[in-house]
DNA sequence: GTCTATATATTGATAGAC
DNA sequence: GTCTATCAATATATAGAC
């Protein structure tokens, strides 16, 4: 007879320490109820806020606790360490942020890819712009936490979707360069309107720094890029 | 007769506390001796090693100190508050951070104008990266020290810049395209290999990721920003 | 000017009542 | 599960000897 399973059991979701689920060594870590997960997501998304802005030692508990709406000790409840919750937010943020990149498809054409792949970064870059200054924030530092992943997962992720662009310029579809400072710059410059927020506003004043700004940002990025990688003829 | 004045006295170079000279109130503040000078450079260059890394509130006076080689309760000598240190380096770095693009000229081409920009901004990144990360820092927190500097004195630079090449686009010898959005693709794709450089490493690999790897990308940004911005016949 | 010692505040984390 | 009280460690900053 088949042991009993939890349905669903979100194993991520477990209150942990160090990376591992409390209670006695050998015990069957039990999964979340409901409210426990949503306590932790509140929890998450406060300390999200924080770190964002502040990074992993410039950000308090305390800070954290009060935009969650909590105390202190309960949400040390949850999370019995500071750097439990770090470690769930960095580590569920590569795997969202590479999913754009992950898309491009080598059976598509180049020009429609690149295009609705810059989109896709600038959509998350005015959606999820906390996640970006995280991610900033994570590089700034070195990437302590994530290195690993950035060497391994990350280089790999890279290096098959460079082959992919290399396949197409050998094809003829896409003007020669290098496609790993091409990736970069599509990483830049569509992650400056979510990092550099506060200075792309007070360049474009308020008439037009308001929410039209990611519309115009890519209506240039398109022509940038775009024009920047038609293949010509030789003359 | 004219009052005493002491030659070339440095007054950003004064012991100071809040913005203010230390001393008694109404007593003339005395310009630092050299040996006093160099102590506070010293310092400063240990604080912009830290604070680059690990922001204002992320980093710690012991940090600073360990860096610059010297005791905390000395190094308080010459700075009195640690806001003090972050206020000197913050107030110093918009200055040259914007020193490339003040050179921009309406009396040359834009192509070599263009280039020669980029050139110098990615040579910053490759020599200036505690700058660029400092700064970077500054903007993920929301610009608190320099937000007046940023709407004000950065933006009238802009604008004017933004002037310039909207007069190259009216004499048909650059591209149409939007000229704010133009400098923040320039920023952003330059200060990425200061601030991102351990991505940048990773993904490039041993291989590609030394010191060359500037050098790529000179050629690649240049390729990206001059053909894409080549004007063209209308066909 | 530099050091040791220390005051004071903040922070991460725990104990234990309810 | 949540709270008050509190501990221990760390952090900014000062006092005062030399």
Known sequence: MVPTKVKNADTSALIERDGKPLGKAGAKP?????????????????????????????????????????????????????????????????????????????????????????????????????ESRLFANEMLQGAPHIIEMIEIDLKNLVDEKAGILLGWMDEGKLARTDPYHLIFSIWAT?????DFDVQVRAVLGPSRGGEGRFEDAARYLEQLFLYGLTPRAKS
């Open 190 to 194: 569509t992650q400056h309107y979510a």
């Open 30 to 130: 039990r999964p979340l109820t409901r409210i426990q997960r949503e306590k932790q997501n509140v929890i998450l998304e406060a300390a999200l806020e924080v770190f964002a802005v502040h990074g992993f030692r410039g950000s308090t508990i305390d800070q954290i606790a009060e935009v969650a709406g909590m105390s202190k000790p309960n949400l040390l409840y949850y999370f019995p360490r500071k750097e439990e919750i770090h470690r769930r937010l960095i580590s569920e943020l590569l795997v969202t942020w590479l999913a754009p990149l992950r898309e491009m498809d080598a059976k598509g054409d180049p020009f429609p890819e690149i295009r609705s792949y810059i989109r896709r970064k600038l959509e998350m870059a005015r959606d999820y712009p906390r």
